[in-house]
């Protein structure tokens, strides 16, 4: 059965998506502003893990020209959208330095390197995992249940594999529900430091709907809470400045922000 597609425009017209219609992942905001997390001008290679049609990913390519991306996708699905993705002529320059790993996150010891997902082989791990409760969802697409429903364990899995597969004091950057917090500095514990948990607010007025958590693997920096992202002003759904930015792959998370 064929499934419709759309072809999406991103960062002010500097890369693609081909994405699927009604089934499975659709990226939008939140793989932006998870791109945003490698700090601008970052010149290593980055794991995005659970990259779907390739969003994330490649807005770190597009914003961080001496960067290379591994693509990893464990659903037959997305993974062919992620290779419509890459074809696209469209992003002919950009994907040279993008290439796509077929695997599930979560693979541990000899199947995880067989995968081509070494140890120690990144200097950064982005990932946007499944973050919405099951009792949150539901949906009778299972691609899209996959994408966005959690399964128990799931942030102890998938950070267990990202402190394998980056390096020493190499960075991490993830998005999820305010809820999953703490699960998530659970999950951390003793892998990565230098937490830094980064609020997204809708409005001024509404409460946290995501939160960003960069750290680092091995470091025994402290905690930090950093200034919110604050998407859309108080009328409309124009995004602000500094969102706008961010969405457009303009800044990085961090410019202008004090780190201690």
């Known amino acids: 059965m064929s499934v419709k597609e759309t072809i999406d425009i991103f960062h002010r017209g500097r890369f693609c998506l081909v994405q699927p219609v009604q089934r499975g992942h659709r990226a939008g905001i939140d793989a932006m502003i998870l791109a945003s997390c490698v700090p601008h001008g970052f010149m290593g290679k980055v794991a995005d893990l659970g990259s779907g049609a390739g969003a994330a990913g490649l807005a770190v390519l597009s914003r961080c020209p001496e960067a290379c991306v591994t693509l990893v996708e464990s659903s037959p699905f997305m993974l062919s959208f992620t290779k419509k993705t890459l074809a696209h002529p469209y992003n002919a320059e950009i994907c040279q330095r993008a290439c796509i790993v077929a695997a599930d996150v979560t693979l541990i010891g000899q199947a995880r390197h067989k995968a081509v997902l070494a140890d120690s082989s990144f200097d950064f791990v982005i990932m946007n995992p499944p973050f919405n409760r099951p009792i949150d969802t539901r949906t009778p697409d299972c691609e899209k249940a996959k994408a966005h429903v959690m399964c128990k364990g799931l942030f102890e899995t998938?950070?267990?594999?990202?402190?394998?597969?980056?390096?020493?004091?190499?960075?991490?950057?993830?998005?999820?529900?305010?809820?999953?917090?703490?699960?998530?500095?659970?999950?951390?514990?003793?892998?990565?430091?230098?937490?830094?948990?980064?609020?997204?607010?809708?409005?001024?007025?509404?409460?946290s709907i995501r939160i960003i958590i960069a750290a680092t693997r091995s470091s025994r920096a402290t905690t930090q809470i950093l200034p919110p992202l604050i998407l859309h002003g108080e009328e409309g759904n124009a995004f602000l400045p500094r969102a706008e930015e961010i969405n457009n792959g303009q800044l990085s998370l961090w410019n202008g922000v004090s780190l201690n």
């Open 158 to 207: 998938w950070l267990r594999t990202a402190e394998a597969i980056v390096q020493p004091r190499g960075g991490l950057g993830l998005i999820a529900r305010p809820s999953s917090i703490t699960e998530i500095l659970s999950a951390l514990d003793g892998r990565f430091g230098g937490i830094k948990i980064v609020p997204v607010y809708p409005r001024y007025s509404l409460a």
